[in-house]
């Protein structure tokens, strides 16, 4: 009765195993983040994430990914986003999301001491031709090191 038991919950479980492997977002490229050493973002910590884009003829919508703990003490944050594309040609430009109300409230998704962001910094975007792009996000805030950041990412999916 026993290796009855174990054997349907072996099998139980890889069956949930391998479903829950299969439900991904099928509309993301990209969604990956990266942690920053110690909560603490310095000029030179600058993140790489490659995209490689299949279809230059769809649309497609970027966000900056970020996570700070509740000690984070700005509303916002000033980031630098650099694309360079199979053409080797660079494009930089300087983003600010907005990370609580005036009154304090975080805009984020909080859980326990963290607040998770997801911010949109380009929509409807057509990439120039198919290949592999690079973005680097770096901090552009006057504080260095910045402090209580915890992780930046970003995620690029197919816009619907």
């Known amino acids: 009765m026993k290796r009855t038991l174990k054997k349907i919950f072996l099998a139980v479980s890889v069956i949930g195993m391998l479903s829950s492997a299969g439900c991904t ?11 920053i050493p110690g909560h603490n973002w310095t000029y030179l910590n600058k993140f790489k994430f490659d995209v490689k884009i299949d279809d230059e003829k769809i649309p497609y919508n970027l966000y900056m990914n970020l996570r700070v703990t509740a000690d984070y003490k700005y ?4 980031a ?12 930089e430009r300087r983003y600010e999301l907005k990370l609580a ?3 304090g409230e975080w805009l ?11 911010s ?15 973005f680097y996000i770096e ?3 006057r504080d260095n090191p910045l402090r209580e950041v915890s992780d930046v990412g970003l995620r690029v999916e197919k816009a619907q």
């Open 75 to 78: 509303s916002n944050i000033f």
């Open 139 to 141: 901090q552009n805030m």
């Open 25 to 35: 977002d099928k509309n993301a490229v990209i969604d990956q983040n990266s942690e």
């Open 101 to 103: 109300n005036k009154d």
């Open 80 to 91: 630098l986003i650099t694309q360079t594309g199979p053409d080797k040609k660079a494009e």
């Open 120 to 134: 949109p910094f380009r929509t409807n975007y057509k990439f120039p031709a198919k290949g592999v792009y690079h």
């Open 108 to 118: 984020g998704k909080g859980s326990g001491n963290l607040y998770s962001f997801q």
